[in-house]
């Protein structure tokens, strides 16, 4: 089993930064890769960000390429998400997950843990 906890979520004004951490424990952080998603109102939890186990490969959803970057410290059993130049449309709830393969995914089915989510609210 894998416990996630989000944190860092809050509400900003337009080109803010924001910074969302996500502490795991569990099994072996190490050991699996890790993604970010999100959900805004009336919409479908969408990707957002992944990182494979060791933290060497990432990607990224086309909306947030060039403002979000996600990194992560398995020393601490934390994944990162720095989000920056933020827009309205970034509004939703965001979802650490945790996937039991190693490599880095943008597909949802192929995370086997979630975190509880923490809202992120972006006024013009």
């Known amino acids: 089993q894998v416990q996630l906890v989000g944190s860092g979520g809050g509400s900003v004004q337009a080109g803010d930064s924001l910074s969302l951490s996500c502490a795991a424990s569990g099994r072996p952080f190490r050991r699996y890769a890790m993604g970010w998603f999100r959900q805004a109102p009336g919409k479908e939890r969408e990707f957002v960000a992944a990182?494979?186990?060791?933290?060497?490969?990432?990607y990224y959803s086309d909306s947030v390429k060039g403002r979000f970057t996600i990194s992560r410290e398995n020393a601490t059993n934390t994944v990162y998400l720095q989000m920056n130049s933020l827009k309205p449309e970034d509004t939703a709830v965001y979802y650490c997950?945790?996937?039991?393969?190693?490599?880095?995914?943008?597909?949802?089915?192929?995370?086997?843990?979630w975190g509880q989510g923490t809202q992120v609210t972006v006024s013009p």
């Open positions: 997950a945790a996937s039991l393969g190693y490599s880095e995914s943008r597909y949802q089915h192929e995370y086997n843990y």
């Open positions: 990182i494979n186990y060791s933290g060497s490969n990432t």
